[in-house]
């Protein structure tokens, strides 16, 4: 099958630091090419996916994100050329748009990557049935029932790529580790006190780049911080690899419908079980007392975290080996791309 995949222009693929949909996007290029399938990615100049590429952006637009005008050229050039395919996956916001206006050509996917608030329900509502949706979370399509769904098809990643850690810390000791996005309903304050209240060295890598997420840092998170709490910034793949294999545990204390979370994945490819909140699609990632723990609050929480070396880390690793592969992810994917096509 010819698949053209369509990246959003913000970040390359995969991401130097940050960007969760990008490392979606380079774990479904590497994986349809080793099904067989022909690819061809369209994304900026400085992707360094090893799958065919195509660009009209030389560079990622992360300065201009969101904006339309780069999205805009970004999608009109991909659809350009979506004769070249028998199938169009989109990752981006403006293209389902703009190939249900167009009404020609091969079949278009997309997928919904952000929560489906108010906002993007009303975009997605628009495309009625002309561009069917993939979900990435049984979770995340329940904030929207009315929305027509094709397939909730999960995330999955290639364990191959990641080493398998001892959970045994660095030089300091034992630690365990938040990993994401500064933010409020990322909980890294509740992070703090968890690990504080249960003994425990707490490392964060996170993302702090807009103004929103610098205030929560400097508000709620900077005062709580200590020899026992110590945040990292954000880090490279390699160092955030070296994180998971060394810690303990993920603490995960989210409080919003969180439609994934890649960040579980990755912890348990590296044999790193998962503690969160039983909200989003935690539920269905985390399997209680095997891969991590679902715990009510931060109480139950704290006494999980005492609890992490009952898991075997090897549970956690067989995981993502098993139903959160990649593999299983593509195979999920190109049914509906074939049966797409038949429909056509």
């Known amino acids: 099958m010819r698949i053209g995949l369509v990246a959003p222009p913000w970040t390359p693929v995969p991401p130097p630091l940050y960007g969760g949909i990008e490392l979606v996007v380079d774990e479904l290029a590497r994986g349809f090419q080793a099904a067989g399938h022909d690819v061809t990615l369209f994304t900026t100049g400085d992707s360094t996916c090893p799958v065919p590429k195509r660009w009209v952006l030389p560079e990622a ?41 167009r009404g020609s050509g091969p079949p278009v996917v997309t997928t919904v990557h952000g929560p489906l608030n108010e906002d993007l329900v009303d975009i997605y509502g628009a ?141 348990m490819a590296c044999g790193t079980p998962v503690l969160a909140f039983p909200e989003g699609a935690a539920p269905e990632v985390v399997e209680h007392a095997k891969t991590g723990f679902l715990c009510a609050d931060e109480a139950e929480m704290v006494e999980a975290l005492t609890q992490v070396d009952t898991l075997d880390r090897a549970d956690c690793r067989g995981a993502v080996e098993g139903y959160f592969s990649t593999e299983r992810m593509v195979k999920d994917h190109v049914e509906l791309f074939e049966a797409l096509v038949s429909e056509r």
């Open 61 to 101: 637009e992360g300065q201009r994100i969101g904006m339309a005008v780069p999205e805009l050229r970004h999608v009109i050039f991909a659809y350009e050329h979506s004769d070249d395919f028998d199938v169009i996956h989109d990752h981006t916001l403006a293209g389902p748009l703009f190939a249900a206006a």
């Open 127 to 267: 495309l009625g049935d002309r561009v069917p949706i993939i979900c990435i979370s049984e979770a995340q399509h329940r904030a929207a029932p009315d929305i027509p769904v094709a397939k909730v098809i999960l995330h999955g990643i290639d364990a191959s790529l990641f080493p398998v850690g001892d959970g045994l810390g660095d030089d300091d000791g034992p630690y365990c580790l938040f990993l994401g996005r500064m933010a409020p309903d990322k909980g890294a304050h509740r992070a703090v006190e968890v690990a504080r209240k249960a003994g425990m060295r707490l490392l964060m890598a996170a993302k702090m780049r807009e103004p929103w997420e610098i205030r929560y840092f400097t508000e709620m998170v900077e005062p709580l911080l200590g020899p026992d709490a110590v945040y990292l910034g954000e880090v490279p793949h390699e160092q955030k690899l070296e994180l998971l294999d060394g810690a303990s545990a993920l603490l995960f204390p989210i409080r919003w419908n969180e439609p994934f979370g890649l960040v579980m994945l990755e912890a």
